[in-house]
């Protein structure tokens, strides 16, 4: 069972900087590629930023030059240091961790578990 967990959404206005988290906890051997997506008011879901187990970074076009999506190993967390922020930029925004287990048997499992979201609201 995994676990992920968002934190940081809040009110800003624009221009402003939030910085969120995604903890992932509970029976793995790794976690591979973490992702933050988001989702606006009457909008598709879309990939904000991601990251791979090695530093490997890939930004949305809208984002890039103003978003930062860093992680932490040994905390298993990944942030996301969301700057200068826009109207546009409110949704609310959802981790997912893709991750691999092997068990004392030997058997492997994978899985990719998301989060339940935290809010970002933007104001002009």
């Known amino acids: 069972q995994v676990h992920v967990a968002e934190s940081g959404g809040g009110s800003v206005q624009a221009g402003g900087s939030l910085r969120l988290s995604c903890i992932v906890s509970?029976?793995?051997?790794?976690?591979?590629?973490i992702e933050w997506h988001r989702q606006a008011p009457g909008k598709q879901r879309e990939l904000v930023a991601s990251?791979?187990?090695?530093?490997?970074?890939n930004y949305a076009e809208s984002v890039k030059g103003r978003f930062i999506i860093s992680r932490d190993n040994a905390k298993n967390t990944v942030y996301l240091q969301m700057n200068s922020l826009k109207p546009e930029d409110t949704a609310v925004y959802y981790c997912?961790?893709?991750?691999?287990?092997?068990?004392?048997?030997?058997?492997?499992?994978?899985?990719?578990?998301w989060g339940q979201g935290t809010t970002v609201t933007v104001s002009s």
């Open positions: 509970g029976r793995f051997t790794r976690i591979n590629t």
């Open positions: 990251i791979g187990s090695g530093g490997s970074t």
């Open positions: 997912n961790a893709d991750w691999w287990f092997r068990d004392v048997y030997g058997t492997d499992s994978v899985g990719r578990d």
